[in-house]
């Protein structure tokens, strides 16, 4: 499950289905005409259910290595097989200990464009969707328009709009970066690389003056790079102990960055320089809690910026944190410094997926792994942090969580019920280090009968000189019941 907020849209993602809605589909429910009418195909709906295979009657070929030149130079055994990386079926890593899940669907990654105009979502089948769902003035279109479908070298991992929303950013597993057109306009490239990692990217987003471009990976790092010319790098940020799980740029009025990690810290950074002008640890401010998990990373960053408050929440924590943040400028107007003051503690009944602000009406909005309580939604934000610790959470009912309860209970229909719904938020990132063929890569290679893909992955770093030792999660901390796992 994905949620992804901008505008007056918000938009989540249920294994092969989107919801979208928008912010009157969060009045309690009592305040619409009726809990039937709200997902439908009309104007005037306020929720709408996006299927993915009512979009998917035409199959897309696979990519060749002219359509994707970075992902065929930087795949394992390029230079002798150039497109056996690209042909694997989809999900053959799962095979050996999931064949149930076998030819499952869901979608990956999911963003919505800056007006609420258009949603892109990228599924595990390696295939791009851009849909037009609005009309930019937060009303939903009857039928939601494809604009744009597209398939891609690798799963993508992260997704976001340029803000004249024509171009979509595509992260993918593989460590690449692509720019797609929405709106096809002459002399537009279709399938253009931008730039290339040599390990997972986590999150990708442009700076405010669209003139960067800022990638996370499973390395550690956040790099800087000019846009659309991305060889051309500004900067390193570097600073975390582990991988970074997501990116957020707070304001248009200073080039500060914050990072949240699988260490458990926001790190602000002037990216720019690549300097790191401030950190705070969610891990110190939380209570110790028990964890079915290696992993404890930052998996939610947002900011709400009339209270200048940056709101957070680890994988393994019932609860969000808030921090008000203070910029400190040098005398030449460059960020010097970034202090993190705890704000509020807000209780929640289960586990962070993810959240967003829907800035037009002043309200959180919380998606949580619980099948029964999806999602919280926390109206009239600026007031509630006013009151430390207290309870802001409201449960009314309203129309999007109707909807998604609704399509949940659906789900749960099937044989397999909501098993793989609720993943693990790190699970594409990393994969236990057995002999079992569970990393996607490993089973791509399987499938076409070569050798493992780390192990052409280190030939092929050696001949380059790209050589980096991975650190295991042993070398940092114990995971849970002593299984070791390394970046995929």
């Given at each position: 499950m994905h949620l992804s907020v901008s505008g007056a849209v918000v938009v989540v993602a249920l294994a092969d289905k989107l919801i979208v809605g928008t912010n009157d589909s969060l009045r309690a429910t009592s305040e619409v005409n009726s809990p039937a009418s709200v997902a439908s195909t009309s104007p005037q709906a306020s929720v709408i259910v996006v299927k993915r295979d009512d979009y998917a009657a035409e199959d897309l070929a696979e990519p060749s290595a002219e359509e994707f030149p970075l992902a065929t130079e930087n795949a394992p055994g390029a230079a002798s097989k150039p497109k056996s990386k690209l042909a694997a079926p989809h999900n053959v890593g799962l095979a050996a200990n999931r064949p149930d899940i076998l030819n499952a669907k869901w979608f990956s990654a999911v963003a919505v464009s800056p007006s609420g105009t258009f949603v892109a979502a990228a599924d595990n089948l390696k295939t791009l969707f851009v849909f037009k769902v609005s009309d930019g003035n937060g009303t939903l279109s009857g039928k939601p328009e494809l604009v744009l479908k597209q398939k891609l070298a690798k799963r993508s991992m992260a997704l976001t709009f340029s803000a004249d929303e024509k171009t979509i950013i595509v992260a993918d597993k593989l460590g690449d970066a692509y720019r797609f057109a929405v709106v096809d306009e002459p002399g537009t490239e279709p399938n253009l690389p931008i730039l290339g990692h040599i390990s997972v990217l986590t999150d990708v987003l442009l700076s405010p003056d669209q003139k960067f471009i800022l990638t996370a990976d499973c390395?550690?790092?956040?790099?800087?790079?000019?846009?659309?010319?991305?060889?051309?790098?500004?900067?390193?940020?570097?600073?975390?102990?582990?991988?970074?799980?997501?990116?957020?740029?707070?304001?248009?009025?200073?080039?500060?960055?914050?990072?949240?990690?699988?260490?458990?810290?926001?790190?602000?950074?002037?990216?720019?320089?690549?300097?790191?002008?401030?950190?705070?640890?969610?891990?110190?401010?939380?209570?110790?809690?028990?964890?079915?998990?290696?992993?404890?990373?930052?998996?939610?960053?947002?900011?709400?910026?009339?209270?200048?408050?940056?709101?957070?929440?680890?994988?393994?924590?019932?609860?969000?944190?808030?921090?008000?943040?203070?910029?400190?400028?040098?005398?030449?107007?460059?960020?010097?410094d970034v202090k993190f003051y705890p704000a509020f503690s807000l209780p929640l009944p289960s586990a962070v997926l993810s959240f967003g602000f829907l800035s037009i009406c002043d309200t959180l909005i919380v998606l949580q792994r619980d099948s029964s309580h999806p999602l919280t939604i926390i109206s009239g934000f600026s007031a509630a942090i006013k009151q430390p610790n207290a309870e802001l959470a409201k449960a009314e009912r309203n129309s999007l969580t109707d909807v998604l309860l609704s399509e949940l209970g659906e789900l749960q229909k099937r044989p397999e019920g909501l098993d793989g719904l609720f993943r693990e938020p790190f699970a594409d990132l990393f994969s236990p280090t057995s002999r079992q063929p569970v990393a996607e890569d490993e089973a791509d290679d399987a499938a076409d009968g070569s050798e493992n893909g780390r192990s052409k992955k280190a030939k092929s770093d050696a001949k380059s000189g790209g050589v980096k030792k991975k650190r295991t999660n042993a070398e940092i901390d114990a995971p849970a019941d002593g299984v070791q796992m390394e970046c995929s």
């Open positions: 390395d550690e790092k956040v790099r800087v790079s000019h846009y659309p010319l991305a060889d051309d790098i500004q900067s390193f940020c570097l600073g975390h102990t582990r991988f970074v799980t997501k990116l957020l740029i707070p304001t248009h009025d200073h080039s500060v960055v914050l990072s949240g990690s699988g260490d458990g810290t926001i790190r602000a950074f002037n990216y720019l320089s690549g300097d790191e002008i401030g950190s705070v640890s969610l891990t110190n401010s939380t209570k110790p809690a028990e964890s079915h998990s290696a992993m404890n990373g930052v998996v939610a960053l947002a900011y709400h910026a009339p209270s200048q408050t940056v709101v957070a929440s680890l994988s393994e924590l019932n609860e969000i944190l808030g921090y008000k943040i203070q910029f400190t400028t040098s005398p030449d107007g460059q960020p010097a």
